[in-house]
């Protein structure tokens, strides 16, 4: 009996020995009824250790534990300070190994030490560049998750070149939404997100999703290489789309000189529409991009027959003499993009202009005509008149008994013309302008074919210009019809235009740098900085580089460019951070003052407009107030002010009748937010100066750990 229980005890003594040696074990632990009950049943089945291990794992826990020689818990904790010695019961089906017992559990570790992947990925919004992602924190924490890490890769594309895989972090446990952004329109993409905590990373989470289509590249002017009396032909010349599926292509008729439609979304109209509304402009053709090259060498715009469900109508008056056009069409469903030739830089006209019919105009032509014959008629028959009395009254002789005597010299005044001497010399508009500032040689400059916006003056584009020393460097350039303006458009602009040339040059403001006069367009060129303060805060969303450690010094180099501003008695009225430029170096530039203006993004100003300044008092400036705002962008990476109101009348009854202020931010220090609060002061003249708000980057700012505010750019872009 005594050589049987040595034997056993030699048995236990063993088994204990090698479950030492497996690196996983941990050890045997006290266990209560309510340590199980918060456990999770791994197996209902009998198990053994390595099954436990793996099946736990699988599970996203820390620990397995055995117990009562088959039972199998996954648990995150255990009573680590209460070792047992009673974990002495074989596991059943291994009687190699030991299970616990009744009150006491085997305790290994399962490999895990991140979280579980987190849940409920989606993507909320797609854009043509961007997708709005969201998630839920992983279920089994496994200690604090410190950071979301996105790979972004895509997978279908209609690109001609590689799209290369991208890396996003987001910063902080809380948050639960990105926006991934420079994404190429009309591609599908590999969404994968994991979870960091203090101790690993945890199995990724996917999703796939597409971005919306972008318009196709600008198609070429079709070819004429032959012309008729009621047709023209033409050479098609095949075009191509980077963001999305080429799915046909349109021939159009314009007048000559109209221009294009910005809007990638506007389409022409069939001939019948045309006609009937007296545009200038319609679709002759519609072409499968499959069918193209049944087309390309030779197509006969104006032949009378019906191709793709559109009259290719004879070239008959008004459209006897037109130019011919080509617009790529790309379409995914529900969405569709247009792309429209510059045919040689005679574009077409845009969705809001209608055109007079022609008939009319030969009319209205007509009338001005003789009235303006007869004025001149008029005018000459009073001149010599005028002329005729004028020479009478010069030799009238005086009468003989007259006295021939006059005190003083006499001064014989020969105003022939009968020119009034005080009307003075019609001013030439530009002629300040060209004494004030750099006029640039044509060659100095180069303007992109594509416009980036409409302006109110003119259109926008981006381009380089080359300075006395050959340097390059990029700019925003607005070109101006002069000969459209009308006399008074022409003095708003010059007054906008003004205001920049007073401004000068500052460190802290994208300066006019010159204008480029050319017989039929007068070129604008301001500074352009490679980026936007509100894009390089939605980047950092994304895991761009943005030091926060930058943010305060950012500010305090706006003030003092908005103070220099207004030494000048210049008024900032549409400051927010889409129009703050930033340099490589993080060095902001003011934009958007004077007539650069129209070349910021369209914005709804309500969100950073003082409350005074939505009543009757629009003449008093309420630039602080909008700084205020600014800082507290960047605070929030690029979050929008007040985004829980979707309406701009809601925006302005929170802020005039119930005195909402924006919140303070998880991360916002009290000195800091004390500030912005008396930026947002109700009595303007409560709040503190540009000079005052300069030395923003004395305070002290902490890490911002978590993105809390949303971007919502529907609420802030027209």
């Known amino acids: 009996m005594l050589k049987i229980n040595i034997i056993i005890l030699l048995l236990f003594s063993s088994l204990a020995l090698a479950q030492q040696q497996d690196e996983d074990y941990l050890g045997c632990f006290k266990v209560l009824p309510e340590d199980i009950e918060s456990a999770t049943m791994g197996y209902h089945t009998a198990s053994a250790p390595p099954d436990c291990k793996t099946e736990c794992r699988k599970r996203y826990f820390m620990y397995s534990g055995l117990m009562g020689g088959q039972q199998c818990y996954c648990i995150n904790k255990y009573r680590q300070h209460e070792p047992s010695n009673n974990c002495t019961m074989p596991c059943i089906i291994d009687a190699l190994e030991l299970c616990g017992s009744q009150d006491s559990m085997s305790v290994y570790k399962t490999g895990q030490l991140g979280p579980s992947p987190p849940r409920q990925l989606k993507v909320t919004k797609s854009q043509q560049k961007s997708l709005n992602v969201s998630w839920q924190p992983p279920d089994m924490l496994n200690g604090n998750v410190t950071s979301y890490t996105l790979h972004v890769v895509a997978v279908k594309t209609y ?81 191509i789309n980077q963001n999305g599926p080429l799915t046909s292509y349109q021939i159009v008729v314009v007048y000559p000189g109209t221009i294009p439609p910005i809007n990638h979304s506007f389409s022409y109209v069939n001939y019948n529409i045309a006609k009937r509304d007296y545009l200038p402009y319609y679709i002759t053709a519609e072409i499968p991009a499959e069918d193209f090259d049944k087309y390309n060498k030779k197509f006969i715009v104006g032949d009378g027959e019906k191709i793709g469900n559109y009259y290719n109508a004879p070239l008959k008056k008004p459209f006897d003499n037109p130019q011919i056009g080509m617009v790529l069409v790309s379409k995914n469903h529900d969405e569709i993009q247009y792309s429209y030739s510059n045919n040689n830089g005679n574009a077409y006209i845009n969705k809001n202009f209608h055109n007079t019919n022609k008939q009319s105009t030969k009319i209205i032509l007509t009338i001005a005509i003789v009235i303006l014959g007869g004025l001149l008629l008029v005018s000459v028959v009073v001149y010599f008149f005028m002329r005729y009395r004028h020479e009478q009254k010069r030799i009238t002789k005086l009468p003989e008994h007259q006295e021939l005597t006059l005190q003083g010299p006499i001064y014989e005044v020969d105003n022939v013309a009968y020119i009034p001497e005080d009307i003075p010399e019609r001013p030439n508009h530009y002629q300040d302008l060209k004494t004030k500032v750099w006029s640039i040689p044509k060659n100095f400059l180069n303007v992109e074919q594509m416009a980036i916006k409409r302006g109110r003056f003119g259109s926008i584009h981006m381009g380089t210009v080359q300075d006395k020393n050959g340097k390059l460097s990029q700019s925003i350039i607005h070109c101006i019809s002069d000969q459209s303006m009308r006399a008074s458009e022409k003095k708003n602009m010059l007054r906008e235009l003004d205001i920049c040339i007073k401004a000068g040059t500052m460190k802290f403001i994208s300066s006019f740098i010159g204008n480029c006069e050319t017989p039929n367009t007068l070129y604008i060129v301001f500074e352009s900085p490679p980026y936007t303060l509100k894009n390089k805060l939605l980047g950092a969303r994304s895991g761009e580089n943005f030091p926060t450690e930058k943010i305060l010094p950012i500010g305090s180099s706006i003030a003092m460019g908005l103070s220099y501003l207004e030494s000048h008695k210049i008024i900032h009225s549409h400051l927010c951070a889409r129009s703050i430029g930033l340099t490589d170096d993080f060095i902001p530039k003011i934009m958007g003052y004077g007539i650069g203006k129209y070349a910021i993004e369209d914005v709804k100003l309500a969100r950073w407009t003082a409350p005074e300044r939505f009543g009757h008092k629009k003449h008093i400036p309420g630039v602080v107030w909008s700084f205020g705002v600014v800082i507290w962008e960047m605070m929030s990476m690029g979050g929008t002010p007040y985004a829980d109101l979707n309406d701009e009348t809601d925006v302005e009854e929170a802020v005039v009748e119930k005195h909402i202020r924006l919140p303070q931010l998880r991360d916002m220090t009290d000195p800091l937010y004390e500030v912005l609060l008396s930026c947002w002061q109700d009595n303007y003249d409560e709040r503190p100066g540009f000079d005052e708000l300069s030395r923003l980057d004395t305070l002290s700012l902490v890490p911002i750990t978590a993105i809390t505010e949303p971007y919502l750019a529907e609420l802030e872009l027209n």
């Open 159 to 239: 690109a001609s070149y590689p799209l290369f895989p991208t890396v996003s972090q987001v910063q902080g446990g809380s948050s639960e939404n990105t926006v991934l952004t420079n994404l190429q329109p009309g591609t599908k993409y590999n969404i994968s997100i994991t979870a960091t905590n203090e101790k690993g990373e945890s199995d990724p989470a996917n999703i796939t999703a597409w971005t919306l289509i972008g318009p196709p590249d600008i198609p070429q002017t079709p070819k004429i290489i032959d012309r008729t009396d009621t047709t023209i032909t033409v050479e098609l010349q095949k075009g």
